[in-house]
C-alpha cells in the first residue's frame, strides 16, 4: 500500500501522455508553446508501462489517461490492453476533448477502457470554436455519441466561463440528463498559460444558474474524489461540481501525477517533482521504486495554487494532465 508522508493512501496515477494539443483552449493552452518536449525526451508505451506495473504492484487500482490530448498518442489503445492484461479489475479511465473518439471508441473500449471524460463546454459550435480555437462541435458530439453506444461509462466537463459559456450551464445539464449521463461543472483556475481575459465562475455562481430552474440537494464528496455531488430534486439525476476556491480536497487527496517525459509530480499545483526517465530507461525497478517513495514521502498536505496576479501558477494544465 502507498501512504504519503501525510498518512494519506495513495491508490490513484494520472498519468500524462502527451503535453501536445489539437485544440488550443482558452483556459488552458491558448498559444502553442514556445516549444515542446522534445520527441526523443518523451517515454514510449513500454517504458511507461514498466513504471505502471510498479505503482500497481505498490497499490494502485486506479490509472487515468490524460494530456495534452491523450488521442494523439499514436497505439493508445495498445497501451491500454497492456494495463488491462496485467490487472484486469483496475479501474482505468481517460480524460480527451472528443475531437479524435468518434473513429476510435470502439477499439478503446475493446482494449478495456471502461471510463472516459469528454470535455464540453459549448452546445453553441461559434462559441465552442470560440473556446477551442478551432471548429470542433460536431466531431466532438459525433466522439461522445459513440462511447455511449460503444458503453464506455462517459462523464461530461464543463468549464464555465463569464460572458462566454455562462448562459449555457443549464443547457449542458439538461443535455448531460438527456443523455443519461453525469456532467461536472469545473471551476475555472487561473493560470499564467491562459488567456488573462477570461474571468471564471466560482461554484455558488454556476450553481445560482442552476437554482434558477431546479431544486438542488448537496450530496457530498465521492470518496476522495475532488468533484462534490449534488441532486436535482425534481428528477433525481446527479451532477458534480470541482470547486479548488474551496481548497478543502487536499486532505483526502489520493493521487500522483505522471508527465509524458517520465516526472512524477506529487500534487498539481506544486512545484517539487522528481524524474523515473533514467531508472526506467536502465529498467531499475527497484529505483524507480524507490523514487515513487520518495515522492510520496513529499507530497504536500495541501496545494500552493493560487489565483491572485502575484502568486499565480505557472504549472501548464496541459503538461500536468489537468
Ligand atoms: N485534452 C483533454 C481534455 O481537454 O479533456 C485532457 C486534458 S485537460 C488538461 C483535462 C481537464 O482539465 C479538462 O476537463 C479541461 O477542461 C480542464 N482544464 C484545463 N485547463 C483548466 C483550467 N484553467 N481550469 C479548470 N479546468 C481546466
Ligand atoms: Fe487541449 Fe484539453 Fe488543454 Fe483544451 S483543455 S487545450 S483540449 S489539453
Known sequence: MLIDGHGRKVDYLRISLTERCNFRCQYCMPEKPFSWIPKENILSFEELFMFVKVAIDEGVTKI????????LREDIAKFIKMINDYKSDIDLALTTNGYLLGGMARELKDAGLQRIN???????????????????????????EQAIDVGLNVKLNMVPLKDINEDEIVDILEFSMSKNVKVRFI??????????ELRGMHGREILDHILKKYEIKAMGREGSSPSFNYRILQNGYE?????????????SCNRIRLTAEGYLI????????MSIAEAI??????????????????????NRWSENDENLSSRAFYHTGG
Not at 451532477?239 to 486532505?251: A, R, S, W
Open 281 to 302: 530507461k536502465q529498467k531499475d525497478i527497484k529505483k524507480a521504486s524507490e523514487i515513487l517513495g520518495e515522492v510520496l514521502k513529499n507530497k504536500p498536505k495541501e
Open 239 to 251: 451532477f458534480g461540481m470541482i470547486d479548488p476556491h474551496k481548497h478543502d480536497f487536499c486532505e
Open 118 to 144: 469528454i470535455s464540453l463546454d459549448s452546445l453553441k459550435p461559434d462559441i465552442a470554436a470560440k473556446i477551442a480555437n478551432k471548429d470542433v462541435l460536431e466531431k466532438v458530439m459525433y466522439g461522445i
Open 266 to 273: 506529487p500534487c498539481l499545483f506544486f512545484d517539487e517533482a
Open 187 to 196: 471551476e475555472y483556475m487561473e493560470n499564467s498559460h491562459a488567456n488573462i
Open 64 to 71: 487515468r489517461l490524460t494530456g495534452g490530448e491523450p488521442l
